[in-house]
């Protein structure tokens, strides 16, 4: 499989979508195109479709200067890496009260979900997320 | 809007809110709006079907764990009628499951209120 | 709507995927979630996504220097503008006998099936395609 | 792959190619191997069903296109089974459904083909 092999470093989808509701089943179909092209079971692909949801509503939610969710996904054969990032700073965490869920029990998902997840949003910076779902039997 | 919401009268003082579509950051507010509005008109039985719904999240979790402490406060309850594997699982990993009434069917539900 | 006019101006989505035959399932799936954000009926839905991939073909079969395409879609009330473009150039018209289309048909698909159709290939340069869908009624 | 191809003969000298799926730029290849083993093995009778086909573009098109060719040098014939209107749409819009016989069921095709 050479030709895998050499391309891979390529294997590179960037998605950049408003930092708003309304778009985050663009994420959610867009991933789902993505992990469908690795081979992941149908309840797999569910589980990353979450997981890069919770991390968009994360961003829309606790972000409220950001305009912009930048995604990034590089697949290669064996695992599905994503990087969720945002443009703003959350508020020193003051704000983390919004009734609607998406933080404590987003990031617990994500958790629960994906197979390696790093988490940091530092004070006065914007999310970053980055997440590894992994083929299942590919360990 | 990708939620579709109706709310039916069932068996005695339960209402039954039946959701189709997607439950996210952008159609939950629906979800909740209808909700807080059975009880405010003092509706605090609430039978919710999720058997059309075919995805949820956080932020739809959050309505329905909102919705359940407030009829709380008035001895109501919230169940939830689910079938769909995939949504059962995220009410698994939450421990969801142990705080709401989950039936495989309506019928299930209803019997199990009375 | 004055919130809907404010914030018009940031709702653009910018997918980077690989121009490579596998992922133009992505680029059809992300826009069929941005079309299904306008009011389009499931048939302009359809459209727009097949529009999306013949344009994301063309870049495939024809720029073989290309590694990435780049699609915008910007979303107004009323209409989807989406520019499709690709970062390679094509060869000067020698290799455009693919025999599995998505040459001429292709842009032909995409004329009938969008309303403004702009279509720039230049000599040594990659695909430049704008094209705008409008909701049905909006004219 | 999001193509799922199966042959199996039909009446008389007829081959039937169901075809379930997605035809794209990165599935078709796969479509096209199959009709062109058809046609090498001496197969100039193709009833190609895309009942299962939610989705075909140009390349699917260029693929069913060059069958017709290679079969019509032998005096053969290419008819399809589309009942999907979306995808009926297109064999419409590019004209091919003056070359192509396309029907609503594999029964009608048949029968057109006796
Ligand atoms: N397992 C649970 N049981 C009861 N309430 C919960 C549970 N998980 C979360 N909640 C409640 O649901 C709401 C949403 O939680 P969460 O997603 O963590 O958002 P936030 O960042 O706003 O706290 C909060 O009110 C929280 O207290
Ligand atoms: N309406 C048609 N009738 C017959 N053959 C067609 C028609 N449209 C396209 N073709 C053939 O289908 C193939 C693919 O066409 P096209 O998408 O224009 O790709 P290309 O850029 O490779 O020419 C070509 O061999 C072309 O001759």
């Known amino acids: 499989m050479t030709v895998q092999q050499e391309s891979e470093s390529v294997n590179v989808v960037e998605l950049r979508i408003p930092c708003k509701p309304e778009f985050v089943s663009v994420?959610?179909?867009?991933?789902?195109?993505?992990?469908?092209?690795?081979?992941?079971?149908?309840?797999?692909?569910?589980?990353?479709?979450?997981?890069?949801?919770?991390?968009?509503?994360?961003?829309?939610?606790?972000?409220?200067?950001?305009n912009e969710i930048v995604l990034t996904s590089e697949m290669a054969p064996e695992e599905l890496r994503i990087v969720v990032r945002?443009?703003?700073?959350?508020?020193?965490?003051?704000?983390?009260?919004?009734?609607?869920?998406?933080?404590?029990?987003?990031?617990?998902?994500?958790r629960s979900l994906m197979d390696d997840v790093e988490y940091r949003r530092?004070?006065?910076?914007?999310?970053?997320?980055?997440?590894?779902?992994?083929?299942?039997g590919s360990t | 809007m990708d939620i579709k919401v109706n709310v039916r009268p069932a068996d005695g003082e339960t209402r039954v809110i039946d959701l189709v579509g997607e439950i996210d950051v952008y159609t939950s507010p629906a979800v909740k709006d209808a909700i807080t509005q059975l009880?405010?008109?003092g509706h605090y039985h609430l039978l919710i079907n999720l058997e059309g719904v075919r995805?949820?999240?956080s932020t739809g979790l959050g309505v329905l764990i909102g919705a359940l402490k407030r009829v709380r406060e008035h001895a109501g309850s919230v169940s939830l009628v689910c079938a769909n594997p995939q949504i059962k699982k995220i009410f698994d990993i939450t421990g969801l499951v142990k705080i709401f009434g989950i039936f495989e069917t309506e019928q299930s539900a209803i019997k199990a209120l009375a």
């Open chain 2, 39 to 41: 009880i405010d008109e």
């Open chain 1, 122 to 136: 530092d004070e006065g910076a914007g999310l970053f997320l980055r997440m590894v779902k992994r083929v299942a």
């Open chain 2, 55 to 57: 995805y949820i999240d």
């Open chain 1, 27 to 66: 994420a959610r179909l867009a991933v789902a195109g993505i992990a469908n092209r690795l081979h992941f079971t149908v309840e797999e692909i569910e589980d990353v479709k979450l997981a890069v949801a919770e991390a968009c509503t994360n961003c829309i939610q606790h972000s409220p200067h950001a």
């Open chain 1, 86 to 110: 945002d443009n703003g700073g959350g508020r020193s965490g003051g704000e983390e009260s919004a009734e609607l869920g998406g933080g404590r029990l987003g990031i617990f998902l994500i």
